[in-house]
């Protein structure tokens, strides 16, 4: 089901498409407990207003690369929870046929892979197939602040500058990779890396999704407008742990941090009968492709391997 690309731009489906990513997220940490899930899996939870702002401007043929914190970004794009649901379980019915669990999936022009900076020159190598086709698609490509210290990400920066690739590149800085604290492990301006290629850099502190929106607009039509990549820098915050129980954070910190919700943020937009309607429709979409997906059969073991 697609249920916001494009014509995502009223406040109950932003709030709804956000209120999805953070049910489902909450539904798939608890089904660990269970042994339900296969692989490991990093929750976007906290960071919903920057894949329901950046997706409600994208076009559909646009061409996503997202990284191991991929769910959100799929979710918003318009992905089908069950088939992520399924692939999460390792079952037949996922998206790559339950073989690539929660980093590794494909669906239409959405890509994932869990290498840090590995999707990033061939995000490249896309934006100058699109470019050679002349399209007019953009490409996204998202990264976290832990990222900017891969090296791949620097020469991809510089072809594509080079050769005017329409690419957008998204640093979701949530201040932490893994354990590390930004502040130990990336020195100097985030921006400036960028602005040192000539890529110019919509920046933001914000968990409010219509300001996402907003800086993502004028990203993403600076990226197609031919002059070459753009970048977007949206600082905020991660509620759950890095991907189960790897949190160094201090309670004080995380109570701090739980402040700064882009559904409660959002939510003072909406009218009061939109709260219990947006909540039963979003636990229908969770619930039926959880339930669903644990019913479905496990992928046939292949004799070659
Ligand atoms: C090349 C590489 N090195 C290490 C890892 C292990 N790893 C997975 S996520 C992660 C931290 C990523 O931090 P960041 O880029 O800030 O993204 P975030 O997890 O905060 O969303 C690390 C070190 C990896 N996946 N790939
Ligand atoms: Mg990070």
Redesign the pocket.
Known sequence: MRYNVLAMDDNFTLYKTMLVIRRFEERLLSEFSTGKIVGTT?AYIGQEADAAGIFSVVDTEDVVFS???CHGHFLAYGGEAYQLAAELMGKASGLVGGRGGSQHIHWRNFYSN?????IVPIAAGMALAEKERNTGKIVLVF?????LG?GSLYESMNIAALWKLPILFVL?D?H???TTPVEKAVAGSMSARFTAFGIPVWERETSDVLEVRSLAMEAAASARSGTGPACLILHTH?FSA?SKGDDPRSPEELARIHKIDPLTIHGLRLATEEFPRAASEVAEIVNNAFDRASLDPFPELCSEY
Do not use: K, M
């Open positions: 990093h990284n191991h914190r869990g290498i840090q900076g590995g990264i976290g602040d832990g990222t891969e979701e949530n932490y990779a893994q991660r890095h």
